[in-house]
């Protein structure tokens, strides 16, 4: 069966700290991956996706970057985080028509 | 570019009741799929229900069905016999084939005991 993992999933930094959230997933090859925001009591904000190795596109212009080194593998990044960057950070993967999602992360930029 | 609305931000039900949710989207697209998740506290995005755009017939999952209008483009969701493991919030969400995911922003729905 597929799963997806996310870690860690809480997180506290300082502001101007570096970031780095790890998505993997199992049990598919090739799959489009996602990242979304949400902030508290929120919907969900489309950061990047990927549909392979290497292949990232951007929704929105923003503090973070994404990146795909193996094809179940999805990274995303910061190098100087802003107190905007808060809030819970999903990974999500997709199989034919349908899409699941991790467990999340929960980031808390002091 | 697509949207999705859900005009109710909060709702609440008894214990054993049905409700209804509510969204409606703006898609000038013919090929699409529709789809409820459900985040409870926990905050995990779980998949609750599908639904085609070609296909005419509503889908059903256990106590979850909705009420696909594809003219109206209006998608709603009916709990049937609330327990109160449906305490959550519920988002709607929109996809064109072979494109990302949009979200509605959610309702949160109250099971009363």
């Known amino acids: 069966s597929q799963t997806i993992h996310q870690w860690p999933a809480t997180l506290v930094q300082p502001v101007g700290s570096p970031l780095s959230l790890e998505c993997t997933v199992e049990?598919?090859?090739?799959?489009?991956l996602y990242w979304y925001r949400q902030a508290a009591g929120r919907g969900l904000q489309l950061l990047f996706y990927?549909?392979?190795?290497?292949?990232i596109s951007s929704e929105v212009p923003q503090n973070l970057s994404a990146s795909r080194p193996q094809d179940r593998q999805f990274i995303l990044s910061s190098k100087k985080l802003l107190l905007s960057d808060s809030g819970f950070y999903l990974c999500?993967?997709?199989?034919?028509?349908?899409?699941?999602f991790g467990p999340g992360t929960r980031l808390t930029v002091t | 570019a697509q949207t999705v609305t859900q005009s109710q931000p909060e709702m609440s039900v008894q214990e054993a009741e049905t409700v209804t949710l509510s969204c409606t989207y703006d898609?000038?697209?013919?090929?699409?799929?529709l789809f409820w998740y459900k985040q409870p506290p926990s905050r995990q995005m779980i998949l609750v229900i599908r639904?085609?755009?070609?296909?005419?017939q509503n889908a059903t999952e256990n106590r979850f069905s909705v009420n696909f209008q594809k003219a109206a483009k209006s998608f709603s969701l009916k709990i049937s016999d609330s327990q109160l493991g449906d305490t959550a919030m519920y988002f709607c969400a929109f996809m064109k084939v072979n494109n990302d995911m949009r979200f509605g922003a959610g309702t949160r729905l109250t099971v009363k005991p």
């Open positions: 639904q085609e755009a070609y296909k005419q």
């Open positions: 999500a993967f997709r199989v034919t028509y349908e899409q699941y």
């Open positions: 898609t000038s697209e013919n090929n699409y799929y």
């Open positions: 990927s549909v392979g190795i290497g292949q």
């Open positions: 049990g598919t090859s090739n799959p489009n």
